[in-house]
């Protein structure tokens, strides 16, 4: 008989044991455990003939129509939880932890699997996600204008086993004009498009939950909005209530890190141009294409980065002048480190 564990348990085996997500494909698409498999039971069409079935003629005769549409699928359902266990051992979980984790993890007995399935389901992780989201962190903000290399020291700090959250990398854009950028040396497809706002919130979950609330967590200061990704209220609260340690850099050093660290193809920096037209102004808005059109990719930049440079002291003179430290680009990594315990 399977296993029944909750959440943590789940999370905290993951990387030794495969978790499989038995919803259709369009429940997964719309939001899933980061690292989960997608391996519907049901597919979206058939997942949506069985909830008609129940809701106008009742539980049993959809269970049983359900029976008919999996019957043809346990051999290609047993023979992938086969390939996907690792050392004789997976685990499965649907929405609710109800009737489809229960049946696959049935079959993936049958063939000789040790199977652990999620006690509530999916719906137990978005639970746990909002609880983690409101959890009180010792959190440190890193700020600066745009081309401060806030990202950049982010990743410094997590290599030298420091805790991260990196909300622009699970929101899949860099939280201005040039959030759709693509960094250079990096795959043509990794800046496809941003998730849903409902995975945007699990993948921020998912890495809270790897993370030890004892112990500080560093995260870039964002604007509610990345992109079209809401960052969740409760973490969001906290973001503007954390101590900031400003980053301060000159604008051609600024200038200089944008255009060498990044590919600026000009109809998407067009449009980036067009969605900030108002914000910018008319005559800057028209001295940003002439200089997009002749290729000075630079003077686009230090006309946009005016706009958010006067943008991002509004916002900080928001904050309360208590919670803020001023530092020099290269003092940032030095100091950063000596919040590690």
């Keep these: 008989m399977a296993n029944r564990l909750d959440i943590r348990a789940i999370l905290a ?6 978790l499989i997500d038995v919803r259709s494909e369009g429940e997964y698409a719309q939001g899933h455990i980061p690292g989960a498999i997608s391996l519907p039971l049901f597919n979206n069409a058939e997942r949506a003939e069985i909830g008609t079935l129940y809701k106008q003629k009742g539980q049993q005769p959809a269970i049983l129509r359900g029976l008919g549409i999996v019957g043809p699928k346990m051999q290609a359902l047993a023979e992938a939880g086969l390939a996907h266990a690792r050392n004789g051992r997976i685990a499965v979980h649907c929405w609710r932890g109800g009737m489809r984790s229960a049946a696959v993890a049935w079959l993936f007995e049958q063939v000789g699997l040790q199977v652990d399935t999620l006690i509530g389901g999916y719906k137990a992780f978005r639970r746990h996600c909002y609880a983690l989201f409101a959890t009180p962190w010792k959190m440190t903000v890193i700020g600066g204008k745009t081309g401060t290399r806030k990202t950049e020291l982010l990743h410094r700090a997590a290599e030298r086993g420091l805790q991260v959250v990196d909300l622009e990398n699970y929101a899949n854009h860099r939280g201005s004009v040039f959030g759709y950028m693509l960094p250079k040396n990096q795959p043509t497809d990794a800046r496809d498009g941003q998730p849903t706002q409902e995975h945007f919130e699990n993948l921020l979950g998912y890495a809270l939950a790897h993370c030890d609330p004892n112990k500080p967590i560093l995260v870039e200061d964002e604007s509610r909005l990345i992109g079209r990704m809401h960052i969740p209220d409760a973490f969001w609260t906290q973001m503007r209530a954390a101590p900031v340690l400003v980053i301060e850099a000159p604008l051609e050093e600024r200038v200089k890190y944008l255009t060498q660290s990044y590919d600026f193809p000009k109809d998407r920096l067009r449009q980036s141009l067009d969605a900030i037209r108002r914000r910018l102004g008319d005559e800057r808005y028209r ?3 002439v200089a ?9 930049c230090r006309i946009t980065l005016d706009y958010y440079d006067r943008a991002y002291s509004f916002g900080l003179s928001k904050r309360d002048p208590a919670t803020l430290q001023i530092i020099q680009s290269d003092q940032a990594l ?3 480190l000596k919040l590690s315990p």
């Design 334 to 336: 030095e100091t950063v």
């Design 292 to 300: 997009l059109d002749e290729g000075r990719v630079d003077e686009v």
């Design 13 to 18: 085996q993951q990387n030794d044991i495969p």
């Design 287 to 289: 001295r940003a294409l």
